[in-house]
């Protein structure tokens, strides 16, 4: 089992946490448009936001791991076909994709927070309110958030279409090697 990346593919702990956010992002983008819609007499409608809570602050959790993961175990080299366009826009894109997806998670946490409560997650353990009561701090982050979150999907889809043309036009194994497998080095 290899657990730390190799200059030629991703571990299996690196493999575990990108597909793990990207299932946790998609699932609470889709949770977030869903809860919102919710009546009050809705019995998920006090259910939702605790759960979307919770799962936000473990995915903070899980992407400050990440970070420190990465330094380390670095990343793969790329590819020696990769275009120096590819090179330089993959580096934007995944610098890109974390701006966005913490910034997100701040502004859920100011949203969450915003009353001078703690948020509890899953009843584990509680985070503190640090900012409360800063005027229309709520409001702001919400449409922060609201958009940020539309930001992140697009984005998302985008590094996910190039995984697949990688995959089906260029014929690289970009993306065997993002589910971490290896092959031949092209």
């Excluded at 009050?40 to 992407?63: E, N």
């Excluded at 970070?67 to 590819?86: C, D, E």
Aim: with cysteine; net charge positive; aromatic share 14%.
């Amino acid at each position: 089992m290899l657990l730390k990346n190799t200059s030629t593919r991703f571990g299996h702990i690196s493999v575990l946490i990108h597909w793990s956010v990207a299932l946790a992002v998609y699932g609470m983008f889709a949770l977030g448009l869903w809860m919102v819609t919710l009546s009050y007499y809705d019995t998920w409608y006090h259910q939702a936001p605790g759960l979307h809570k919770s799962i936000g602050i473990c995915l903070f959790i899980i992407m400050i791991f990440r970070v420190i993961w990465r330094f380390i175990s670095p990343l793969p080299k790329p590819l020696a076909s990769y275009s120096h366009f590819t090179r330089i826009s993959s580096k934007l894109i995944q610098f890109t994709l974390y701006i966005v997806l913490f910034s997100i998670l701040i502004s859920g946490y100011l949203i969450s927070t915003a009353d001078g409560e703690s948020v509890s997650v899953f009843g584990w353990f509680e985070i503190p309110a640090t900012l409360a009561e800063q005027g229309i701090q709520a409001d702001a982050a919400g449409i922060i958030h609201l958009y940020l979150a539309w930001i992140l999907v697009v984005i998302s889809l985008l590094h996910g279409l190039a995984a697949l043309k990688h995959h089906f036009i260029d014929r690289d194994i970009t993306l065997k090697r993002m589910f971490g497998f290896t092959s031949d080095i092209k």
